[in-house]
Each structure stands twice: as structure tokens, then as C-alpha cells.
């Protein structure tokens, strides 16, 4: 079974400059992460898609940042204009259903470095 | 508010020994706890899950216990290997809302050969 891929793996771009990201989840799996993990803290969950709508987008600064799933299957994140503090990894994940019980993959992250 | 804190935040250790990391949490509201590994450009591998009603699970060299009541978990690993030289994060599922992860912050793990 392939794993979530995300691409690009690297990106480094100027302050004020824009960015996207690129999620392909588990085929079948309903659910949809967007987490960023700034250097030596733990992911934070961005938002979460059920199929392609919105259960939960809390903790997306909504000002810059956007995402979309289209179809319920791969999404794409984009930051608008970048500013250095959303130098980060971010990860994808998936998982079957929404839920607690669900066990969520994670994809290898795209590691982006604003200058 | 759940606050997730690990300690410690590094830990440098000889290949063979056994090993204790912690986890701890604000909110004993939980629905489950899980603990991840994550390898270096690499995202994250689930390891172990325990329900809220769980005292423990094991895996292998891995057993993570559950003490909801002091808001604390611990993952015990047998007989380090090089090999477990990682990042380990612990999750706590909150049981409101959209059941989100509350990550920790990590320990960053390495075995010595």
C-alpha cells in the first residue's frame, strides 16, 4: 500500500514571497491533516478535512495561509505572503475515517526555510 | 487548555540498556494516547496506542503504561539499539470536538554503539 507522498521535500523562498504544498493521501482514506512543526516542538494540527470539507481549521492563520482538497483527495496548502516565522516542516497525514480511534499516517513533510 | 510536555528533551544512551521516556499532560479528559517515532526528513511512525480505559500496551522492546488520573504515560524500551535512535513524540486525543492530537514537544533519542 503507498504511503501519503508530499511534495516538494524542500522549498526556500524570500520573506512576503508565496508558497504551496502538495498532499496525495492514502487512496480510500476520507480524512485529511495539515500539521506544521516548527523546529523542536511537536506537529500542530493547521486544519482537517473530512472527504473536502472543513472539520476543523482553528489553528489555520487564516490571513496567509489557505488549503483546499478538491474531490476529497489530494490537497494543497499555500502561504500567502511567507514571513520567517513559518520556517517549518509540514506534514501530511491521512487517516480511513474521522474519529478518535483512527490511526493517522503521516507523510515525510516538506521542510520550507523563509529568508 | 491541554498542555503535552516530554522529558527529558534528550537523552544519550550505550546500546543495551533499557530506557524510560515521559510524557506528560494537563487534561486528564482524554480519549487515547499514542506514541510516534520520527527518523530525520522522515514523518511520523505510529508505535503504540492506549485507549483511555488501558493501563498499558506492548510492542517488542516497547511498553507505554497510562496513568490518566496523574495525566502521565511512559514508554519503556528494552535492550536499546542503535537502530532506536530517533525523535519520540507522545499524542494525547482530546475528547471534545474533532478529537485532535495534542502533541509534545519530544526526546530526541540516540543509542550509543
Known amino acids: 500500500e503507498a504511503g501519503v507522498a508530499q511534495s516538494p521535500r524542500y522549498k526556500i523562498i524570500e520573506k512576503r514571497q508565496s508558497v504551496a504544498f502538495w498532499c496525495n493521501p492514502i487512496s480510500g482514506h476520507a480524512t485529511l491533516y495539515w500539521y506544521q512543526q516548527i523546529l523542536g516542538q511537536g506537529p500542530k494540527l493547521l486544519i482537517q478535512f473530512q472527504n473536502n470539507g472543513v472539520v476543523d481549521d482553528s489553528q489555520l492563520p487564516k490571513d496567509r495561509f489557505s488549503a483546499e482538497r478538491l474531490k476529497g483527495v489530494d490537497s494543497t496548502l499555500k502561504i500567502q505572503p511567507a514571513k520567517l516565522e513559518d520556517s517549518a516542516v509540514y506534514l501530511c497525514?491521512?487517516?480511513?475515517?474521522?474519529?478518535?480511534?483512527?490511526?493517522?499516517?503521516f507523510g515525510p513533510g516538506t521542510r520550507l526555510l523563509v529568508l | 487548555k491541554q498542555e503535552v510536555t516530554q522529558i527529558p528533551a534528550a537523552l544519550s544512551v550505550p546500546e543495551g540498556e533499557n530506557l524510560v521516556l515521559n510524557c506528560s499532560f494537563t487534561?486528564?479528559?482524554?480519549?487515547?494516547l499514542q506514541w510516534f517515532r520520527q527518523d530525520p526528513g522522515k514523518g511520523l511512525t505510529s508505535l503504540l496506542l492506549?485507549?483511555?480505559?488501558?493501563r498499558e500496551q506492548t510492542s517488542g522492546r516497547l511498553n507505554a503504561s497510562l496513568d490518566k488520573s496523574s495525566g502521565r504515560s511512559t514508554l519503556y524500551i528494552a535492550a536499546s539499539q542503535p537502530g532506536d535512535s530517533a525523535t519520540y513524540l507522545c499524542?494525547?486525543?482530546?475528547?471534545?470536538?474533532?478529537?485532535?492530537?495534542?502533541f509534545g514537544t519530544g526526546t530526541r533519542l540516540k543509542v550509543l554503539a
Open positions: 492506549i485507549q483511555s480505559s488501558q
Open positions: 497525514a491521512s487517516s480511513p475515517r474521522a474519529g478518535a480511534g483512527e490511526t493517522q499516517y
Open positions: 499524542a494525547v486525543r482530546t475528547t471534545s470536538g474533532t478529537y485532535k492530537y495534542i
Open positions: 487534561d486528564s479528559a482524554i480519549y487515547n
